[in-house]
Structures are given as structure tokens and as C-alpha cells.
């Protein structure tokens, strides 16, 4: 009965369990490694382990085993260490695996226990990465403090000049002060928005609804009038659980680029579709599009192609909607064709909505 316990406990276990002769032949593979390694248990007993572990894996596994058969010690034995493992498909993931030695009737058994840590992993990149963020965060909030002031003394008297002084020269010269003076200002609470600590306020809401909103303050403070601004949304439920705010200020954000990205006449157009449990909305301009020599740098702090612009913006964006349960930010986009940014988020059970179509001709 407590070998059938054992047995039990061995195959409903989370981490995979592969017993090995001294030959390398596979007699044990639990449930859990089929899982891991996506291979079915009768695909691999009876075969040589060194046929399913990665290439980076095989050399060294053969050699500690003919080692320990020959001398009965083993540097492995007993330990937990780290290694790639791979998957039928050839993919790769991070792993950890400790092994043990059974004897029985003169022959060696070796068994690995290897749990995958893909998760622990990312849970650790979050972890430094939120503490990295909050020291950050204390450091801008501080020098912020620091220049905040002086800036604002300094903005508040070029403002009492330009309305004293009637001198063309002297109030250009003084319009630059001002006008550099907001530039740093909204620097500064951009970095803040960046670099702090971030508390989503999740809410229960209708994304088409959001998107026509942003579509109707967008097409309401549009200058151009040869710009088209067009949402369009399948039918079908659309509710997310969000940051409503903060997601209406990365999709304003985002119609803006848009905008912005043209050359003259086109159009931006904001988009949702149901796409299995998921919702993706995206921002598509008919622009330029970016070179694929600064591709990885649009993401960067600080790195942008505007004149006037912070380089935050992007940034920003991303972070807010990464920062979401599920939620993913992506953009494609392709030099003379134009951009398309994709945000993705958990759809929650709902109602069909009706088509939303409002379009700024």
C-alpha cells in the first residue's frame, strides 16, 4: 500500500520525475514531464534519455553518468542546479533539476526532479525591475522638487516681462524662455509618471465606450482639418477590467502620434476586435512609419524623432498597458506605410455591443 501511495504521489506531482538505468534508458516519465517536455510517456521509455534532452545537455549528462557508474561519486548528486531544457517543439526554458541514486540488485537508477522556472524567473526580472523603478522613482521625485521651484520662478517672471516689454526682439527672445520653461515642466511630470510607483485603479468598463470618447475629444481638438480620425469596432462584448484614466491617456497619447506621423492629409484609425478570450484595439496612421534602424530605441526613455518632443510618451504608454493583468502593448511598423500599435487585454464576460462607427471627414 505505501509503494501504491508513493507511486501516486510521484506521478500527480508538479514537478516532472524521470528515472534513468545507468545505460541512460528511460523507465520512469510522470505525467508532469509529459507536460514539461511534451512528449507522451510511451514516446520515451525505452529510449535513450541523451534523444529528448537539448544538444547543450547531452554531452554533459552522458559523461556524469558513465562517471558516477565508474566511481560512485557524482558532482550533481544531492544538488540543485540550473540548466536549459528543452521542449519537443525546440523551445527552450529555464529549468531546475536535483538528482538522486537508487541501488538495487548492483545497478544504479538515477532519477531527476526538474521543476520549470519560467515563472519564477519572470517573477524575479518583475521584482528587481519594481525595485529598480521605486529607487529610481525616490531619486526623480527629489531632484523634480529641486528644479520645480527655480523653474517655476524663473518661468513665472519671463511671463510679467513679456507682457512689460514691447521690443519684437526682446519678446521672442522671452517667448523661448516661457516656451522652454512648459517643455520642462511637462518633462518633469513625465519622468514622475514614469519612474513612480504605479497603483492601477481596476474598474469594470466598456472599451468601445472609451475609444469613442477618446475619438470625440480627439476629432474636437484636431487643428487639421485634412486629418481623418475613424473608429470602428466589431460587434460583440467588449468588456475589460482597466485603469480607465490611465488607458485614455495611452490611447490619446497614441491618436496624437498618430496624427502627428502624417504627412500632410490621411487618416488615423482606431479599431477593437474580439479575438478568442482577448480584446485587441489598435491605433493605425498612414505616416511614414520608422525607419527599422531606430525600431529598438523607440521604447527608450528619452529617444525620440520629434523636435519638440520628450521621448516619454511611448514609453509611458507601454508601461500603463504591460502593467495590466494580462494585458500587452505591441507596434509594427513598416518605413512609407505607417504604424499600427496593437493593445491587448483579458476580455470579461458581457453583452454584444452595437457597432460604433464615428468618423472625422
Known amino acids: 500500500m505505501e ?18 538505468d545507468q545505460q541512460s534508458t528511460v523507465i520512469f516519465f510522470n505525467r508532469a514531464a509529459e507536460r514539461m517536455f511534451g512528449y507522451q510517456r510511451c514516446e520515451v521509455v525505452g529510449r535513450d534519455l541523451a534523444e529528448i534532452l537539448g544538444p547543450g545537455c547531452r554531452e554533459g549528462h552522458q559523461r556524469a553518468v558513465a562517471a558516477y557508474v565508474k566511481t560512485g561519486k557524482g558532482k550533481l548528486i544531492g544538488h540543485v542546479s540550473e540548466f536549459d531544457a528543452m521542449r519537443r517543439s525546440g523551445e527552450t526554458f529555464p529549468a531546475s533539476i536535483s538528482f538522486s541514486v537508487t ?3 548492483g545497478e544504479c537508477f538515477f532519477t531527476g526532479i526538474v521543476r520549470e522556472l519560467t515563472e519564477t524567473k519572470a517573477l524575479h526580472a518583475q521584482i528587481v525591475q519594481a525595485e529598480r523603478l521605486a529607487a529610481l522613482g525616490q531619486m526623480v521625485a ?3 522638487h529641486e528644479i520645480k521651484n527655480p523653474l517655476v520662478m524663473i518661468g513665472g517672471f519671463a511671463r510679467q516681462l513679456l507682457k512689460k516689454i514691447s521690443g519684437d526682439k526682446e519678446q521672442a527672445k522671452l517667448g523661448v524662455i516661457v516656451s522652454e520653461v512648459e517643455r520642462l515642466e511637462k518633462l518633469l511630470a513625465n519622468l514622475k509618471d514614469l519612474y513612480r510607483p504605479r497603483q492601477l485603479n481596476l474598474v469594470d468598463f466598456d472599451i468601445d465606450e ?3 470618447e477618446v475619438c470625440n475629444l480627439t476629432i474636437a ?17 467588449k468588456m475589460i477590467s482597466g485603469d480607465r484614466d490611465k488607458l485614455k491617456q495611452v490611447l490619446l497619447n497614441l491618436v496624437k502620434n498618430g496624427a502627428e506621423a502624417l504627412d500632410g492629409p490621411g487618416t488615423v484609425a482606431m479599431a477593437s476586435r474580439l479575438e478568442g478570450e482577448n480584446i485587441l484595439v489598435t491605433i493605425t496612421d498612414g505616416g511614414q512609419g520608422i525607419p527599422a534602424s531606430i525600431k529598438e530605441k523607440i521604447f527608450s526613455p528619452f529617444f525620440t524623432t520629434k523636435e519638440h518632443g520628450t521621448g516619454l510618451g511611448l514609453c509611458i504608454s507601454k508601461r500603463i498597458v504591460d502593467e495590466h493583468p ?21 476580455r470579461l464576460a458581457g453583452s454584444c455591443l452595437p457597432q460604433i462607427v464615428q468618423t472625422k471627414e
Open 3 to 20: 509503494i501504491s501511495i508513493l507511486q501516486g504521489a510521484v506521478e500527480n506531482a508538479n514537478e516532472a520525475f524521470v528515472t534513468i
Open 103 to 105: 541501488e538495487v540488485n
Open 142 to 144: 527629489e531632484i523634480s
Open 210 to 212: 472609451l475609444l469613442q
Open 221 to 237: 481638438n484636431m487643428k487639421n482639418d485634412a486629418i481623418i480620425i475613424r473608429c470602428q469596432a466589431e460587434p460583440g462584448a
Open 326 to 346: 494580462g494585458g500587452l502593448f505591441t507596434l509594427e511598423s513598416e518605413e512609407g506605410k505607417g504604424t499600427t500599435v496593437t493593445i491587448k487585454l483579458p
